[in-house]
């Protein structure tokens, strides 16, 4: 098969997936430290803020202040997670330029996660798709634990599929199979994106959102990468996590992942020196080693070029 190599658009999910977890609080003077630092790092799209109530989840409070106060970069688009109308209506006042719905592909994870039951999660939606889509803002679908469920186990395609319809339907221009527990392999990645990707219109982009939970998440971006996503989320550092799935750890290093793309041929955009030292930035909030690799080993082959 040949593959065509191409653009592959970069998310960074730190401020959001991968401070929501965190033991630490991060102040909002911080979070907007963190997001101007990756907009000026090439990324093109930040999930920056959540706006979910800040009772459950505190890390994510003030999503007003920190859109309010960050610097606009014209090249980024700042993305907002919603997870009801309430969510939707402070996202679009709060001037996000992309809005994410979320939803969990098995019953007692999204039970977990929103509360409600799957259908009721999707009729929620769809009664608020309108809103984003009236406010000529982009509207995306994120479908968590596409790929495992800690709770249910295997997940199967079609409830991905169905899942990925409803948001097609919905107008969501993008869909996210989110792999939030790591329990992907490569094997099933491309599997799902070619299942999902032939049931839908070739005008939706598919994406995914990985974690390194179990050390297969480079080696399932790679198969993405090849399946032909348009675009993956990852997070500085590799921090992140989730409050409702047990054991889950960091997203893929955003570092890591641009620099195995673009030793693999694809072009990201990201300034691989600057978003190094947003990550070095990052590691000094932190007292053990973020998993982020390359910041360690350094780029090759530039370190091969460097004097010992
Ligand atoms: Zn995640």
Same mark, same amino acid.
């Given at each position: /098969?040949?593959?065509?190599? &191409?653009?592959i658009?970069?998310?960074d999910?730190a401020?959001?997936?991968?401070?929501?977890?965190?033991?630490?609080?991060?102040?909002? @003077?911080?979070?907007?430290?963190?997001?101007?630092k990756?907009?000026?790092?090439g990324?093109?799209?930040? !999930?920056a803020?959540?706006?979910v109530? =800040? &009772?459950?989840? $505190?890390?994510?409070? @003030?999503a +007003?202040l920190i859109?309010?106060?960050?610097d606009?970069? &014209?090249?980024?688009?700042?993305v907002?997670?919603?997870l009801?109308?309430?969510?939707v209506?402070r996202?679009l !006042?709060a001037?996000v330029d !992309?809005v994410?719905?979320?939803?969990v592909a098995?019953?007692?994870?999204?039970?977990?996660?929103?509360?409600?039951?799957?259908?009721?999660?999707?009729?929620?939606?769809?009664e608020?798709?309108?809103?984003?889509?009236?406010?000529?803002?982009?509207?995306?679908?994120?479908?968590?634990?596409?790929f495992?469920?800690?709770f249910?186990?295997n997940?199967?395609?079609?409830k991905?599929?169905?899942?990925?319809?409803?948001?097609?339907? /919905?107008?969501?221009?993008?869909?996210?199979l989110a792999?939030?527990i790591?329990?992907?392999? $490569?094997?099933?990645?491309?599997?799902l994106?070619?299942?999902?990707?032939?049931?839908?219109?070739?005008?939706i982009?598919?994406?995914?959102?990985?974690?390194?939970t179990?050390?297969?998440?480079?080696?399932n971006?790679?198969?993405?990468a090849?399946?032909?996503?348009t675009y /993956?989320d990852a997070?500085?550092?590799?921090?992140?996590?989730? =409050?409702?799935? $047990?054991?889950?750890?960091?997203?893929?290093?955003?570092?890591?992942l641009?620099f195995?793309?673009?030793?693999m041929?694809?072009?990201?955009?990201?300034?691989? +020196?600057e978003?190094?030292s947003v990550?070095?930035?990052?590691q000094?909030?932190?007292?053990?080693?973020?998993?982020g690799?390359? /910041?360690?080993?350094?780029l090759? $082959?530039?370190?091969?070029?460097?004097?010992?």
């Amino acid at each position: /098969m040949n593959i065509e190599k &191409k653009n592959i658009e970069i998310c960074d999910v730190a401020p959001r997936d991968g401070l929501q977890s965190q033991s630490r609080m991060w102040s909002p @003077d911080e979070r907007i430290k963190l997001i101007n630092k990756l907009s000026e790092s090439g990324v093109s799209r930040i !999930e920056a803020v959540s706006f979910v109530n =800040p &009772k459950i989840v $505190p890390q994510m409070a @003030d999503a +007003e202040l920190i859109m309010q106060e960050i610097d606009r970069n &014209k090249n980024v688009d700042y993305v907002g997670l919603a997870l009801n109308l309430r969510g939707v209506t402070r996202a679009l !006042e709060a001037g996000v330029d !992309e809005v994410r719905f979320v939803v969990v592909a098995t019953e007692t994870f999204n039970q977990k996660n929103q509360g409600v039951s799957i259908e009721t999660t999707m009729a929620g939606y769809r009664e608020i798709a309108g809103e984003v889509i009236q406010s000529k803002k982009k509207l995306s679908g994120v479908i968590g634990a596409a790929f495992g469920c800690p709770f249910e186990g295997n997940v199967i395609p079609e409830k991905i599929v169905e899942l990925s319809k409803q948001f097609s339907d /919905m107008g969501a221009k993008e869909i996210s199979l989110a792999d939030t527990i790591g329990a992907a392999v $490569p094997t099933q990645v491309s599997e799902l994106i070619k299942i999902v990707g032939s049931k839908i219109s070739g005008e939706i982009c598919l994406g995914v959102h990985l974690h390194n939970t179990r050390n297969t998440g480079f080696a399932n971006a790679a198969a993405a990468a090849l399946s032909g996503v348009t675009y /993956m989320d990852a997070s500085v550092g590799g921090i992140g996590g989730c =409050p409702f799935a $047990p054991r889950a750890t960091g997203n893929i290093a955003t570092e890591d992942l641009c620099f195995m793309l673009r030793n693999m041929g694809f072009e990201t955009g990201v300034k691989l +020196e600057e978003l190094l030292s947003v990550a070095e930035w990052t590691q000094d909030f932190f007292e053990i080693p973020l998993p982020g690799q390359v /910041m360690k080993a350094g780029l090759f $082959p530039e370190v091969a070029n460097q004097k010992a």
